[in-house]
Nanobody, 126 residues
């Protein structure tokens, strides 16, 4: 059974940093593409970052490029999202999600992702 457990959210002032973790189990880590999504109150869910099993590259939404860094620890079956220079508009529930295999286009299309973890809340105060 695929399980994803996100953690690390909290309250931080603008300009601060947080590191989110997503512990995964129940599947072969390297065979899956893993992404972070977020959803702010009253807004649609949006993709934040992706480690693509197809090419091992990491992709970011334009809104977080240069501020967020996604990484993966295969030994721990865990992915991380280091979030620096946080802005109030980064406030959202953050979710990790996995897709069985590589993703070749529309990287943040929700339909590619079969399994979702529960959210971890990030609040950035101004």
């Amino acid at each position: 059974e695929v399980q994803l457990q996100a953690s690390g959210g909290g309250l931080v002032q603008a300009g601060g940093s947080l590191r989110l973790s997503c512990a995964a189990s129940g599947f072969t880590f390297d065979d899956y593409s893993i992404a972070w999504f977020r959803q702010a109150p009253g807004k649609a869910r949006e993709g934040v970052s992706l480690i693509n099993s197809y090419d091992s590259n990491t992709y970011y939404a334009e809104s977080v490029k240069g501020r967020f860094t996604m990484s993966k620890d295969n030994a721990k079956n865990t992915v991380y999202l280091q979030m620096n220079s946080l802005k109030p508009e980064d406030t959202a529930d953050y979710y990790c999600a996995v897709s069985p295999g590589g993703i070749f286009s529309d990287y943040f299309l929700s339909g590619w992702y079969d399994y979702w973890g529960q959210g971890t809340q990030v609040t950035v105060s101004s």
